[in-house]
């Protein structure tokens, strides 16, 4: 079974750049979809953007669109969030996730397996 490591995080000022990223820790299938999730204090968490490995398609939510990427590096086994200008409502703990899926679902419960977070926090 796979397992997923993110790291990258760390504290920046408003409007800096950040690169997550997210290491499996063997082969990726085509059949697998990996995902960005945040959780912010006292808030659910939420989607961020995700990529289908079979083809590289990717989808964000409307509050990143434009500001945010996500990559892969197939050899590495590895995505990444780019995220770009970011702000203070980006601080939360980043999450990677991994389904065996065909599409890239927006709800946590459609993945069952997760990084263990890293803590992105943005100062004015």
Known sequence: QLHVTDSGGRLVQAGDSLRLSCTASGYIASGYVLSWFRQAPGKEREFVGGLRWRDGATYYADSV????????????????????????????????????????????????????????????
Do not use: H
């Open 65 to 124: 669109k434009g500001r945010f990427t996500v990559s892969r590096e197939n050899a590495k086994n590895t995505m990444y969030l780019q995220m770009n200008n970011l702000n203070p409502d980006d601080t939360a703990v980043y999450y990677c996730a991994l389904a065996s899926a065909g599409v890239i679902f927006p709800t946590p419960t459609r993945y069952n397996t997760w990084g263990r977070g890293t803590q992105v926090t943005v100062s004015i």
